[in-house]
């Protein structure tokens, strides 16, 4: 959607949430990017407030989910279900293409993570579960992650350590990333998460199914409680959430590999209870007249190309800067300020102009047929230079992750049509009688 009215069927208050927590995770990528130092108490400040506005935008997600569900009771379960399904997995599919552009095949990225804990949500949402239920399923596959988080800051095995130590010494392997030539630390990170199964790296690693789907069931919870006398039992779960993620070790990212297990208890615990008492309080006190809101909104509504164009500004301002730093010695990343600011604004005028596009134009019939064929192109030469000249592959992967942003409406939208709910044909009229 453009910047126009928003679709009364949407909620105001969680796009302003999920808004806001967009603006947080940009903020966050220009800091990583432009090479802020991890050991500097403007990492640890910023990350230890920030990196808790990653669950608001998974619990408002939650949210969205348990909404759909209500409005599809009295439909025709099969095609509503298998449109819901259809569009998570055509999600799932593009959020493999766009993860070259982040030289991360093999891993969940964002979008990935989004479509499997939307599925997982639906499904259970779907099955109409007691609420206490799920809640207790939220909480234990928080357990499980943080087990599993535990077993990785605790249990690296060293042989694995050397072995990869010794490859990130070589120079064939310095050429399969040159964007992480400069730093070798951070190769050696990137590496190691490869070494995981892949089911491991579906379940615990970066986006993955956990623990993320947690805070979507939650999200189910609390549109299931809103304005309901159970709701006011959430306040105090949260707060004790709150109140116990102070007891273990605080967690602060400090290498790159720290952002892909976040599987902490203090982590998780805080995040929860941010997001659960925050969106209590959106709901009830969220009016959203300011002009500022209404961005925020927008954000919301078009958190998909937001994701998607932060990485025009992220990657073409900071990344220059952060190598500047790295070969000079010049404390470039001491403008960071400067690129939080910069990511904000050029994210929001780059998706305003193409969500613009969009809405006046998808209704063509070409509008399919164009950015079908636009992804299709790129896809193949982005994963044809992949490996064999990364450097090409990575240039070739802006407008891939530009075309992922226009074709997947076009997607969604023919899935919808495709499996809308059939009209019954008119009762033909009666024969009138003849005059005798």
């Not at 070589?170 to 590496?191: D, G, H, Q, S, V």
Request: proline share 6%; aromatic share 18%.
């Amino acid at each position: 959607m453009s910047d126009r009215a928003p679709d009364a069927k949407r909620d105001a208050y969680l796009d302003w949430i999920k808004g806001v927590a967009s603006v947080m995770m940009l903020v966050l990528h220009a800091i990583v990017v432009i090479g802020v130092p991890s050991s500097h108490w403007l990492w640890t400040a910023q990350f230890e407030f920030i990196h808790q506005f990653y669950a608001w935008f998974f619990m408002a997600s939650g949210m969205n989910v348990a909404r759909a569900v209500q409005r599809e009771a009295g439909k025709d379960w099969r095609r509503a279900s298998a449109s819901y399904l259809l569009t998570a997995a055509a999600l799932f599919a593009l959020g493999v293409v766009y993860s070259m552009n982040r030289r991360t095949l093999g891993q969940m990225e964002l979008f990935q993570g989004v479509a499997v804990c939307t599925a997982a949500s639906y499904i259970v949402l779907k099955r109409r579960w007691p609420d206490w239920s799920l809640l207790l399923i939220a909480v234990l596959l928080f357990g499980a992650t943080a087990n599993w988080g535990y077993f990785y800051y605790s249990h690296l095995p060293a042989p694995l350590v050397n072995r990869l130590a010794e490859a990130a010494l070589k120079p064939e392997t310095w050429r399969l990333y040159p964007f992480m030539a400069a730093n070798k630390i951070n190769l050696f990170n990137y590496m190691i998460i490869y070494q995981y199964p892949l089911w491991q790296r579906f379940l615990f690693v970066h986006f993955s199914l956990l623990p993320w789907v947690s805070w979507f069931l939650l999200g189910g919870v609390l549109i299931h409680w809103r304005g309901t006398s159970k709701e006011k039992w959430l306040i105090p779960m949260f707060v004790i959430f709150l109140l116990a993620s102070f007891y273990p070790p605080w967690y602060v990212p400090r290498l790159p590999m720290d952002f892909y297990f976040r599987g902490k208890v203090d982590f998780l615990l805080r995040s929860s209870a941010i997001a659960g008492l925050s969106l209590i309080a959106a709901n009830r006190w969220y009016k959203g007249q300011r002009s500022i809101n209404k961005k925020l909104e927008f954000i919301g509504r078009e958190t998909f190309l937001i994701f998607i164009f932060q990485w025009y500004t992220v990657d073409f301002f900071g990344v220059p800067l952060n190598l500047m730093f790295l070969k000079s010695g010049v404390p470039m990343w001491k403008l960071f300020p400067l690129l939080q600011v910069a990511t904000v604004v050029f994210t929001y005028w780059l998706a305003k102009w193409f969500a613009g596009r969009r809405d006046k134009t998808i209704a063509s019939p070409g509008y399919f047929r164009f950015w079908g064929l636009f992804t299709l192109i790129f896809t193949i030469l982005a994963g044809a230079t992949y490996h064999r000249n990364p450097v090409v592959s990575q240039i070739l992967s802006y407008p891939l992750i530009a075309g992922v942003g226009m074709f997947f409406p076009a997607v969604r939208l023919a899935i919808r049509r495709a499996l809308a709910p059939r009209q019954q044909p008119a009762a033909a009229a009666a024969p009138k009688p003849e005059p005798s």
